[in-house]
């Protein structure tokens, strides 16, 4: 008989974690050999998942048979509107279950669970806790006391009651390793293996002609938090308009920042000749759909950062899944990656970011080689894969 194995988003998932869960389920699809032993089950938590999950995780409908989903303290059935998604997973017979409490994993009887963010009660099976980043304690002053002291709380408790803990770098593995003091040996860093995760549709230039894109294009694909810097990138693209008008700056993702509330705002002061005359195009958040194709026609995907959890973040690993030129921060993290088409900058100088900028202008441009990108994706899907299978298969016959 089969294995369970339980990929969750939690009870409080971001839209982070909704991307890594993702993307390690449809890694793991492509191992034959874990098919063959395990049994895969998806748990979505959701306070409005009928409004959201079709956004995150659609294609995951497409291909797994058990995905079920968890609405805090309500149990829903399907009478809500017909969504077009909703019918499309029961044509396919896919396996929906819809119940109301964490409990459900025990009602399963996984196991093992990953990747958990919050310490899961009364735990009976093993599991693989998440440390996404240590950012209250590298960059303390983005947070309250309170927020500070609550996360490395609940950071200490996921370390103790999981068997092992997921990390997504060198740089959050040698942050956890000397701030909680415990074995290396506990920690896991999920492979750096970029794949297509979602594949774009209909690539048009309609789109561009939907946003008002008429000229050539870098693109930004951060939400406005204070520490994604686009500050940094806005100083130097308005040099960069100095020398070439012939190009304009698209950012797409959420506007606010729960912490600095007044910076959205602030930005678009500064900066409200070149966002006015649409030299900086701020789309906020767009289908997914339509960011990819944005991402795909741009000349290069600019990732500022000062901060990140993992390389690069997503819109750099997306931006080598889909083998663009990436300009981004030389920040310790980030120099993590090994990209032949990586630009590293130095993210408090505008005029280093301008003369990357420059550099890109003066350069010819290659026709894409969508093959090649396709092959080299299912190739690092398909690793990712045997790796988790193996880690998956040492957890669960580990005696001790």
């Known amino acids: 008989m089969k294995k369970k194995i339980a990929i969750t988003t939690g009870e409080y998932p971001t839209h982070g974690v909704f991307t890594l869960i993702k993307y390690l389920a449809l ?5 034959a050999e874990f098919k063959k032993k395990y049994n895969l089950e998806i748990f979505v938590f959701h306070e409005n998942f009928f409004m959201k999950i079709k ?8 291909i797994f048979k058990n995905i079920i989903f968890c ?3 309500r149990i829903h059935k399907f009478s809500y509107p017909s969504y077009e998604f909703v019918n499309e997973c029961i044509s396919l017979k896919n396996k929906i279950l819809l119940f109301s409490s964490p409990e459900i994993y025990h009602r399963r009887k996984p196991s093992l669970i990953l990747p958990l963010l919050n310490p899961l009660k009364n735990k009976k099976c093993r599991s693989i806790g998440y440390i996404y980043d240590l950012q209250h304690l590298d960059l303390p002053y983005l947070f309250t006391k309170k927020e500070r002291k609550f996360r490395s709380k609940e950071f200490i408790e996921t370390i103790k009651k999981n068997e092992k803990i997921f990390i997504n770098s060198r740089y959050v593995e040698k942050g956890v390793i000397n701030k909680f003091k415990i074995s290396k040996n506990k920690l896991i860093k999920i492979p750096f293996n970029p794949y297509i995760v979602d594949e774009v549709k209909n690539i048009k230039a309609i789109t561009k002609k939907k946003y008002v894109i008429k000229k050539n294009y870098f693109i930004i694909c951060n939400r406005f938090w204070k520490h994604k810097n686009h500050s940094i990138a806005f100083e130097a693209f308005s040099k960069f308009l100095e020398i ?3 190009y304009q700056l698209v950012c ?5 920042d729960t912490r600095h509330p007044e910076y959205f705002n602030d930005l678009k002061k500064k900066y409200f000749h070149l966002i006015h005359n649409g030299d900086i195009r701020i789309l906020g958040v767009i289908p997914r759909n339509d960011q990819l194709s ?4 741009s000349e290069a995907v600019i990732q500022p950062t000062l901060y990140e959890g993992g390389p690069g973040g997503f819109s750099s690993y997306e931006a080598i899944a889909y083998q663009k030129k990436l300009v981004l921060s030389n920040i310790s993290i980030n120099k993590e990656i090994k990209y032949k088409k990586t630009l590293f900058f ?7 970011l301008f003369l990357k900028l420059k550099f890109i202008n003066s350069q010819k441009k290659v026709k894409k080689n969508n093959k090649k990108i396709i092959e080299l994706s299912n190739y690092n899907k398909k ?5 988790l299978f193996k880690l998956i298969n040492q957890i669960i016959n580990d005696k001790n």
């Not at 797409?252 to 606010?256: E, I, M």
């Not at 944005?294 to 026609?297: A, G, Q, R, T, V």
């Not at 690793?383 to 790796?387: M, Y």
């Open 252 to 256: 797409t993702g959420d506007k606010s």
């Open 55 to 62: 956004k995150i995780i659609y294609n995951c409908f497409l």
């Open 294 to 297: 944005l991402l795909l026609n």
């Open 346 to 352: 130095n993210p408090l100088s505008s005029k280093d």
């Open 244 to 246: 070439n008008q012939n």
């Open 71 to 73: 609405q805090n303290n």
């Open 383 to 387: 690793k990712l894969g045997k790796s």
């Open 27 to 31: 890694s793991l699809n492509t191992s």
